[in-house]
């Protein structure tokens, strides 16, 4: 089993920053992919940013040049620093962790959400 404890978010002004950062505990053989999503009221839940194993990243359109996804493997944390926030950023954010099993089994962990919100 794995735990996911999300930190970070809150209330900023447009053009400010926020740091979130997600860890992962438990008993596992090995995190894969990380990454962020974000749900907005209304809408599905899309893609924010993620990164590989090794470091490779993808990030939606949307945020390009803005945030930036990061990870600490020895500390089995995934990070999203966002900069340049606009009030269309306003939305839950979850990490997502892509976990194998020590029975090597593949699994997918949820956050439990953070909220962002941009607002003046």
């Known amino acids: 089993q794995v735990q996911l404890v999300e930190s970070g978010g809150g209330l900023v002004q447009p053009g400010g920053s926020l740091s979130l950062s997600c860890a992962a505990s438990?008993?596992?053989?090995?995190?894969?992919?990380m990454g962020w999503y974000r749900q907005a009221p209304g809408k599905e839940r899309e893609l924010v940013a993620d990164?590989?194993?090794?470091?490779?990243?993808k990030y939606a359109d949307s945020v390009k040049g803005r945030f930036t996804i990061s990870r600490d493997n020895a500390k089995n944390t995934v990070y999203l620093q966002m900069n340049s926030l606009k009030p269309e950023d306003t939305a839950v954010y979850y990490c997502k962790v892509d976990v194998t099993t020590t029975a090597l089994w593949k699994r997918v962990y949820w956050g439990q959400g953070t909220q962002v919100t941009v607002s003046s």
């Open positions: 438990g008993t596992f053989f090995s995190i894969n992919a």
């Open positions: 990164i590989t194993s090794g470091g490779s990243t």
